[in-house]
């Protein structure tokens, strides 16, 4: 049995996953992901990052052996461009700012509802639970980075304890060259819906979705039980 037949038949027993399940994450049948499963037949690289997402985990933590610069997963500039757009579009009407925890929550939304249609992640990216919700590890990186590229600013409370963001756009509209239309329009739905609500709000009904609730504290967050939510309570 090959190495990557070996991790997912562990991550799918640890995951308390069926085969069927997995299969229909995937988009192929149970015979055939049985095979998969027996190191019987490749994966692609798109079949890759499908049964990575549905894990919640990196392909390259998938398939070691396979250079993650090859696989082209979990786009960084992408991630950035959801950020970017969850923050103009759902930034407050009065003044365009958000606190930095309201726009991991927007992006997270946006990413989780993709898969709960698509059942395949906006991001590319592996989510988790933190105590604010879930959120890549790249998160706090990409805000860095943009800062440093003046694309966003921060400004501090006085009190210190709340970062608020301001987008600093060179054009009158955020990058969207990596995302396509139908992304684009699922985060504008996303952040349309919570523009206006508090960071306490957004944060309150995250916690209450199962991603959240059923993953213990740093542990990664597999796409696929977004899938278990009510419509209503996908975002």
Known sequence: MSTIATKIKDLRTRRGL????????????????VSIEDGKRELNISELRKI?????????????????????????????Q????????????????????????????????WYYDKFQSMSGLAYRRIQQG?????????????????????????????QMINLTLVENYPPNNKLNKDEI??????????????????VDFTHGQLPWKICRQGELIPFNIITQEDPGNVY
Do not use: C, M
Request: glycine share 8%; charged share 30%; hydrophobic share 40%.
């Open 134 to 162: 879930p959120v890549p590890d790249q998160y706090f990186r990409v805000i860095d980075e943009l800062f440093e590229s003046g694309e966003i600013t921060i400004e501090h409370k006085k009190d210190g304890t709340v």
């Open 185 to 202: 329009d699922l985060i504008k739905k996303v952040a349309k819906k919570w523009k206006d609500k508090s960071t306490s709000d957004i």
């Open 52 to 80: 990575a997402a549905t894990f919640g985990i990196a392909v390259h933590d998938l398939a070691s052996d396979i250079a993650p610069e090859f696989l082209g997963e979990g786009s960084v500039d992408k991630y950035k």
């Open 18 to 33: 069926t085969q069927g399940e997995v299969a229909d994450a995937l988009g192929v049948s149970r015979p055939t992901f």
């Open 82 to 113: 959801i950020i970017l757009n969850a923050l103009y579009f759902g930034g407050d009407s009065s003044d365009g700012k958000l606190t930095k925890t309201k726009l991991a929550k927007l992006a997270y939304l946006a990413d989780f509802a």
